[in-house]
T-cell receptor
Framework: NAGVMQNPRHLVRRRGQEARLRCSPVKGHSHVYWYRQLPEEGLKFMVY????????ESGMPKERFSAEFPKEGPSILRIQQVVRGDSAAYFCASSSLVGDNEKLFFGSGTQLSVL | KNQVEQSPQSLIILEGKNCTLQ??????????LRWYKQDTGRGPVSLTI?????NTKSNGRYTATLDADTKQSSLHITASQLSDSASYICVVNPGGGNKLTFGTGTQLKVEL
């Protein structure tokens, strides 16, 4: 009964390369959220997806960032042409239902380092 | 200014002792307040969720309180253990989904 699985745990990219972060939610969960944690800061909401749909992407930069949650397979957070400021821990969370009091289950995160 | 402020920033206590962590928030509207525990290198794990109408909630040795009038919350840890060493994060849900607002956490270290 695996929880939220994220991979890779650590990702190193050079400036200008692409980063692809994967998230497999808890089995049966259809709601996925991505959060970003910069050093010395709290987690910041990026995007909320439900199977095949982006529900709220208000926290995601308009350029270079995209997210998807296909019918089959994991959710993907894609960052094109990475810059040093993209270095952060990216956390994925999932829930089984949508609702203000629903508990979110977080993965262990992907630490992205941009050289 | 962060909408969720926590204090102290860090804390060291001896095993077996109790401690209380504080959280003040300005997030509005407000749906619920959560406390999470985050071990180094891991994702946050939910400890408690309190709605507007709840003023206390317990989860084992963890007891959270909420005063929605003064917009303050606390997390009390009883009989601390070495495994309690972690960052404790206060999180507010303004409602309308799970677009949570996180504090920066209190880093707790429990020593022998």
């Amino acid at each position: 009964n695996a929880g939220v699985m994220q991979n890779p745990r650590h990702l190193v990219r050079r400036r200008g390369q692409e980063a692809r972060l994967r998230c497999s939610p808890v089995k049966g969960h259809s709601h996925v959220y991505w959060y970003r944690q910069l050093p010395e800061e709290g987690l910041k909401f990026m995007v909320y997806l439900q199977k095949e749909n982006i529900i709220d992407e208000s926290g995601m930069p308009k350029e270079r960032f995209s997210a998807e949650f296909p019918k089959e397979g994991p959710s993907i957070l894609r960052i094109q042409q990475v810059v040093r400021g993209d270095s952060a821990a990216y956390f994925c969370a999932s829930s089984s239902l949508v609702g203000d009091n629903e508990k979110l289950f977080f993965g262990s995160g992907t630490q992205l380092s941009v050289l | 200014k962060n909408q969720v402020e926590q204090s102290p920033q860090s804390l060291i206590i001896l095993e077996g002792k109790n401690c209380t962590l504080q959280c003040n928030y300005t997030v509005s509207p407000f749906s619920n307040l959560r406390w999470y525990k985050q071990d180094t290198g891991r994702g946050p794990v939910s400890l408690t969720i309190m709605t507007f109408s709840e003023n206390t909630k317990s989860n084992g040795r963890y007891t959270a309180t909420l005063d929605a009038d003064t917009k303050q919350s606390s997390l009390h840890i009883t009989a601390s253990q070495l495994s309690d060493s972690a960052s404790y994060i206060c999180v507010v849900n303004p409602g309308g989904g799970n677009k949570l607002t996180f504090g920066t956490g209190t880093q707790l270290k429990v020593e022998l």
